[in-house]
């Protein structure tokens, strides 16, 4: 009997023993980052023999566990979304850096030099706010630029961390598998803290999913299914390439045995940080970028155009206030031929321009042009082609049905068939700007033509609506601007024959053209006469004019006091110069004014700044009941390990008794026998 209770008692003494200690290494590691909540449990001994095997486990719920590391994915992604929109978000909301407060300004020393037109000092006040303007857009762009590039970085950080973690899993995978299955090896418990530890930490990186495998290993794959690590320890890396352009790093996946096979990812449904900063480059950056570069590329041609249709202070036609840059195309590291590609804003067609990058396909006997959306993805119905019958080439609007884009390209080299480039004019397109005059007397205020009539003519008809559509010198001597300064021809005159037709006739009295109408609706002479090529200037006849009747078309020498250019170029605040999308033409219903258009983006910015903000609000929430649960069953809790230690202790103080009264009795046998 004694026997008996010696075996029980000693087992229970180390049963306790071992309780103690769960319970004191729980404690121990409160504060320990990964610890999972230990236990340890026994089984009793046949024929009542006291304490058999004990076994200690973690206290955890893979459920739980998955449930938390996908809400701390949820959560990270949110978090670094709304750091970096906010960024944005406080540049654009700050009136100090308001592009509209720029425009405005610009456009009220307009109305002001308006109202003494031949005054040089209002004129210098336009060219300030002129440079004011670009400084403004030159400031945003950098700064918008400047957050470009801190996405690079980060995206280099989270990718180094991102591979250690699946490096760290790899490694603790073959640790634990080389413990094996079975009970006689069982698997340190730290090993398994120290994985699910490093597994969580790359679910702050990226959206994860976990496989268990036969072997004990942890087999991680993102949630977009690419495996990241598998069994025997194998693994793939992220990383990071930019193609064709090299400062937009895209992500890839680098199979591990064979670093120069990439696969893409893709980052829709990435995730984590990483997929946070790829969403807001996404979403907000490029966005950002490209509506930033066509705001001021639209709005200087439109300035450029119109101020080229005026006549300046010294009495010649104007030229461009503005110089619109060049970019180059990004050619694709696949391309088989040497070509090379150019872009700029063919002159007149800012307005054109939508907000987008473009992708330029060399084809047989043509290129194609397909606009391109923020993912980089082609925007089905945008294809332009365009036949090319050699390299090189220089094709613009007047190759594709009047509408390529705004852009005018120029390919040069010997690009081959199925050669790809990235076309990006809008990028740095607002910071690169400059003025292309400082001089005040270069601002085309006046109008290069004038009208009049003769004193002599009974009819009350008189010249209407003067308008000035093309300056260029043309390449016949008879008609149209044949210099700075002057009219081909010039002046003409038009008399009214009778039968509602006007006969045109040049300075020499040679007829140039005869404009005859069917009613007594005069618009547009010129057009109506079929004169070709159209002079660029046009006008109506308003009242009822008398057989005889003249009206005389000359360049405006001298005319410094007139403003007509320059209400015009004001006007420019107000008319629609900004296009929407790719897909529709420019007109009313897809084209807004250049505030209207900066509004626009400033308002994207917030709106989705909003969004994330809620996100990442109800990302916290979600993550803090998780969390919470999540503790409830593998945290430790003080009090608890507190009151498992004075129980503990007490059973074993009274298993020691049972050895103690085990040894009294075997004394007590002894005693007998003597």
Do not use: C
Not at 78 to 100: G, H, K, M, T
Not at 223 to 229: C, F, K, R, Y
């Amino acid at each position: 009997m004694s026997d008996n209770l010696l075996k029980i008692g000693t087992s229970a003494v180390l049963a306790n023993s071992a309780l103690l200690n769960t319970t004191s290494n729980n404690i121990a590691n409160i504060n320990t980052e990964g610890y999972v909540r230990q236990r340890t449990e026994f089984q009793s001994q046949g024929l009542g023999l006291g304490v058999g095997k004990g076994t200690t486990e973690r206290l955890i719920s893979e459920f739980t566990l998955k449930q938390l590391r996908r809400d701390t994915s949820n959560y990270s992604y949110a978090q670094q979304y709304v750091a970096e929109a906010n960024r944005v978000d406080a540049l654009f909301s700050n009136p100090a850096n308001s592009i509209a407060t720029g425009v405005n300004d610009l456009f009220k020393q307009f109305q002001i030099a308006n109202n003494e037109p031949a005054t040089l000092a209002n004129r210098q006040l336009i060219i300030g706010s002129s440079q004011a303007l670009l400084d403004k857009f030159n400031t945003l762009s950098s700064l918008v630029l400047d957050q470009d590039n801190f996405v690079n970085q980060q995206l280099d950080i989270y990718t180094s961390e991102t591979n250690a973690y699946i490096k760290q899993i790899a490694s603790l995978n073959q640790e634990i598998a080389s413990y094996g299955t079975g009970n006689s090896r069982p698997v340190p418990l730290d090993l398994l803290d120290k994985r699910d530890l490093a597994i969580q930490k790359l679910s702050e990186m990226v959206e994860i999913r976990t496989l268990d495998s036969d072997n004990g290993e942890k087999m991680v794959f993102l949630a977009t299914g690419q495996s990241l690590v598998v069994e025997r320890g194998e693994f793939n890396l992220v990383s990071l390439r930019g193609s064709p352009d090299p400062s937009v790093r895209d992500l890839k996946l680098q199979l591990s045995g064979r670093t120069s096979v990439e696969r893409d990812i893709d980052i829709e449904d990435l995730g984590g940080k990483i997929g946070g900063l790829l969403k807001f480059r996404e979403e907000i950056l490029v966005p950002t970028q490209n509506r930033l570069g066509q705001l001021a590329l639209s709005m200087t041609d439109a300035m450029n155009t119109q101020n080229r249709l005026g006549m300046n202070l010294n009495g010649e036609i104007g030229g461009n206030l503005f110089n619109l840059p060049v970019s180059s195309g990004f050619a694709f590291s696949n391309n088989a031929g040497a070509g090379a590609v150019s872009v700029t804003i063919e002159a007149g067609k800012g307005k054109d321009l939508p907000p987008n990058d473009f992708l330029l396909t060399v084809e047989a006997g043509a290129v194609r042009i397909q606009a391109l959306d923020a993912k980089g993805e082609v925007v089905v119905g945008s294809d332009k082609v365009v036949p090319v019958g050699g390299f090189p080439a220089t094709i613009n609007s007047a190759d594709a049905s009047n509408d390529l884009y705004g852009l005018e390209i120029t390919l040069t080299g010997t690009p081959a068939v199925g050669d790809r480039f990235e076309l990006k004019p809008l990028s740095t397109a607002s910071r690169t700007l400059t003025l292309a005059t400082t001089r005040p007397e270069d601002i085309a205020l006046a109008s290069p033509v004038r009208a009049d009539f003769s004193v002599n003519n009974l009819g009350n008809a008189k010249i209407e609506g003067l308008t000035v559509t093309d300056t260029t010198p043309t390449a016949l001597p008879d008609y149209g601007f044949g210099s700075p300064s002057g009219l081909n021809n010039g002046p003409w005159t038009m008399t009214y024959v009778g039968g509602d037709t006007f006969e045109i006739v040049d300075n020499l009295g040679n007829p140039v053209a005869t404009a005859a109408f069917g009613s007594n609706q005069y618009q547009d002479i010129f057009a109506q006469s079929g004169i070709n090529p159209h002079p660029g200037f046009d006008f109506s006849v308003t009242g009822i004019p008398s057989v005889g009747d003249t009206f005389s078309i000359s360049f405006n020498d001298g005319g410094f006091n007139d403003n007509r250019n320059g209400l015009a170029l004001s006007a420019l605040q107000t008319a629609q110069k900004t296009r929407l999308n790719p897909l529709s033409g420019v007109d009313s219903a897809n084209a807004v004014n250049f505030n209207q258009s900066y509004a626009d983006m400033v308002s994207l910015i917030g709106e989705r700044t909003s969004q994330g903000r809620n996100n990442e609000a109800a990302g916290k929430a979600l993550l803090e009941q998780t969390t919470a649960w999540y503790e409830s069953l593998s945290g430790v809790s003080l009090d608890e390990e507190a009151s498992n230690l004075i129980r503990f202790q007490q059973t074993y103080a009274a298993a020691a008794q049972i050895i103690s009264t085990s040894q009294t009795v075997f004394d007590t046998l002894l005693s007998a026998v003597r």
